[in-house]
């Protein structure tokens, strides 16, 4: 599962960076917002005039179950495909404030597992989907290490930690930019998926859009590629029309 996440990962930062920079070179004093505009801050941040709007860690729609796992910029959707990778299976939350800063959350009640060779990345199993209480459902969090592999999750949740129970809005971590020691380079973000389970008490693999849940219901907002609103707000009509 973690070989394909951080290479999916590597392919959408390369490819930012590529569109980033053509960007750049094209219009550097266009006032701008939306993610192509936080990628030209990011290589640039005097260029570029921002309308950057975050949306906060903890935030809790009206209705929604979960809360925001961390905040930021709510920059590749789920569903988002950026030249050529495939479809996102979660979201990509960016921070401006670089590894190690920004806090990650629980985003829902659970017991949080940490497989014995992830450097980055925790996963929460959640007994009953609080949208569809029968089934079990997994909600998985990474990118939180630094590109030498450096974590920067709690030490109460080490290397092989198994089932421990978590509350919303538990610490969990804090973003990095740890990308599988991949050549490409990602920016400071959260990678944060819902995840399917097999069934059998075991999740599926979170690379795969048909394994992996559209979030928008379970935060409030629309956060689905094909009606996402960028930036992304609470909203009862979370759904696309
Ligand atoms: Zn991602």
């Known amino acids: 599962m973690k070989t394909v ?9 390369l490819a930012l960076i590529g569109v980033g920079v053509l960007l750049l070179t094209a219009s550097p004093q266009l006032r701008t917002s939306g993610f192509l ?25 009206p209705g929604a179950p979960f809360v925001a796992p961390t905040a930021g910029w709510i920059g590749v959707m789920y569903g988002d495909s950026i030249l050529g990778a495939s479809n996102h299976s979660g979201l990509d939350i960016f921070t401006l404030e670089g590894n190690g800063v ?3 959350y629980a985003a829902y009640d659970g017991f949080v597992t ?10 929460i199993r959640h007994p009953a989907d609080p949208l569809n209480p029968e089934r079990q459902i997994w909600t998985y969090y990474t990118h939180m290490a630094d590109v030498e592999g450096n974590d920067y999750i709690v030490d109460t949740i ?11 809005g538990a610490l969990l971590g804090y ?11 990602v920016s400071t973000h959260l990678h944060f998926s819902l ?3 097999d069934g059998a008490g075991q999740f599926l693999n979170e690379t795969g859009i048909n394994n992996t849940l559209d979030p928008s219901p379970y935060l409030g907002m629309r956060l689905n590629s094909l009606c996402a609103d960028r930036p992304p707000a609470c909203r009862p009509d979370f759904s696309c029309p």
């Open 102 to 104: 920004t806090p990650v």
């Open 37 to 61: 505009g936080f990628i030209r801050y990011q290589l640039n941040p005097k260029a570029v005039d921002l309308d950057l709007i975050e949306t906060p860690a903890l935030e809790h729609c």
């Open 114 to 123: 940490r497989l014995p060779d992830w450097t980055s990345a925790v996963i």
């Open 175 to 185: 973003q990095g930019d740890y990308n599988g020691r991949s050549p490409n380079r």
């Open 195 to 197: 995840v399917l389970d």
């Open 5 to 13: 996440l951080k290479w999916g990962c590597g392919l959408v930062g």
């Open 158 to 168: 080490p290397p092989g930690a198994f089932e421990l129970e978590v509350k919303q």
